[in-house]
């Protein structure tokens, strides 16, 4: 089994900025891709970004140039950096990553409990 630990989440003003941490824990050989997803009130879970094993990154249009996805393969972790925020980011956030379980490459999508995001004044 893999767990997503999530954290960093919390109450910011319009304009402030909030960093997001996740780490994967587990039986894990591999993690290939990770992402972060939100959901807000009465919407569905939407793709706010993604990274792959080497490094590249996809942004959904609304976040693209004030948040930054980031991870580090030794520690089986993604963060996201989103400055710039706005009312329009309140949503729970969760963390999102793709799992070799062993050398048998046999490969299952897992998820964070979610994390709150709230950006108000």
């Known amino acids: 089994q893999v767990q997503l630990a999530e954290s960093g989440g919390g109450l910011v003003q319009p304009g402030g900025s909030l960093r997001l941490s996740c780490a994967a824990s587990g039986v ?3 993690v290939n891709d990770m992402g972060w997803y939100r959901q807000a009130p ?3 879970r939407e793709l706010v ?3 792959s094993s080497g ?3 996809n942004y959904a249009d609304s976040v693209k140039g004030r948040f930054t ?3 580090d393969n030794a ?3 993604v963060s996201l950096q989103m400055n710039s925020l706005k009312p329009e980011d309140t949503a729970v956030y969760y963390c999102n990553a793709r799992v070799e379980a062993s ?3 046999i490969s ?3 998820w964070g409990q979610g994390t709150q995001v709230t950006v108000s004044s």
Do not use: L
């Open 28 to 30: 894990i050989f591999r």
């Open 42 to 44: 009465g919407k569905s």
């Open 49 to 51: 970004a993604t990274i």
């Open 55 to 57: 490094g590249f990154a």
């Open 69 to 71: 996805i980031s991870r």
């Open 75 to 77: 520690k089986n972790t």
């Open 103 to 105: 050398i048998i490459r």
């Open 108 to 110: 299952t999508d897992y």
